[in-house]
């Protein structure tokens, strides 16, 4: 049993305009292509759908039994058409990205907005180190992300957020020697770094390989706020983003030092697939560039 989405159009056609010709008028096909479908459903089904009653055309038990599930099927394929079809993919579902920085400061805030242009829609948000975002975008696994230090190539679309400072932090309360501190003093404190293959971790790394020591003692944690956290509590020193630790250093709970030389920073984007450009995810990006700019989350 074969049948196809154009022939149950047209039976539902027929259905509420009641005539043959009044729904070769509505589809603006002639009536020999109408009567044509009709007969390949039928033959089909194996079972007359129409009768005619004067210039009336009324529906038997099967077509009645009919109607339900193909208006139905109808409205599904639909569903999907508009989904697959469309410039957007904001019409269902959004992939998005995002490094700790932005996750933690406006990930919320963008999701609010995001849902007041598009109620419904269903934001599947993935907030890992930049490597792995970068990997996933790659792939094709999320739409749009913000990233730091972004490696693409011309595939992938990347629009400058600003640079995030970075900045060695201790909690107050941690006694360190005063003025600038060394690489290699800060080789023999307890440090707490992000996981590897994160940016963050290879740029430390890569700091001390150049001040040519070895850090004596390296813990790391895949989350910056839980890394905040524990440098608040006097646990170990850590690198991190100077956003990130905004409110433990008004608190004064948190610290940063001064490190000779320093450590510098990372450039962040936001980044989507050159094939994947279209209004809806446009829109997603300057909400993104507004929060950032909102929050001074990036220095220009």
């Not at 690198?239 to 608190?251: D, H, K, N, W, Y």
Request: proline share 5%; with cysteine.
């Amino acid at each position: 049993m074969r049948f196809t989405l154009d022939q149950l159009a047209t039976f539902d056609c027929i259905a509420r305009l009641g005539s043959f010709n009044a729904a070769a008028r509505h589809m603006n096909l002639t009536q020999p292509t109408i009567s044509q479908r009709v007969r390949e459903l039928e033959m089909a089904l194996g079972h007359p759908l129409f009768v005619r009653r004067g210039p009336r055309t009324q529906l038997t038990t099967e077509g009645e039994t009919l109607l339900g599930p193909a208006r139905d099927m109808l409205a599904m394929s639909q569903t999907i058409a508009s989904r697959f079809s469309s410039a957007t993919p904001l019409n269902g579902s959004l992939r998005f990205g995002s490094t700790d920085t932005f996750a933690h400061v406006c990930l919320a805030e963008m999701i609010e907005r995001v849902e007041a242009i598009y109620p419904g829609i269903s934001i599947a948000a993935c907030v890992d180190n930049s490597a792995m975002i970068n990997r996933l975008l790659q792939e094709g696994q999320i739409d749009i992300a913000v990233i730091s230090q972004p490696e693409f190539g011309n595939d992938i679309v990347t629009s400058e957020l600003g640079y995030n400072a970075m900045a060695w932090v201790a909690g107050s309360g941690l006694r360190l020697p005063a003025g600038p501190i060394s690489a290699g003093t800060l080789a023999e404190q307890h440090l707490l770094l992000t996981a590897p293959p994160s940016r963050l971790h290879a740029t430390v790394m890569n700091w001390f390989a150049e001040a040519g020591v070895t850090p004596r003692r390296i813990s790391t944690c895949n989350s910056l706020f839980v890394i905040a956290d524990m440098v608040d509590q006097g646990l170990a020193v850590g690198v991190l983003p100077v956003s990130a630790v905004r409110r433990q250093i008004a608190a004064r709970r948190v610290r940063v030092l001064d490190v000779s030389p320093s450590l510098g920073g990372h450039r962040a984007a936001l980044c989507y697939r050159r094939d994947n450009l279209s209004p809806g995810l446009q829109e997603v990006a300057q909400i993104v560039r507004d929060l950032v700019d909102k929050h001074q989350l990036f220095i220009p």
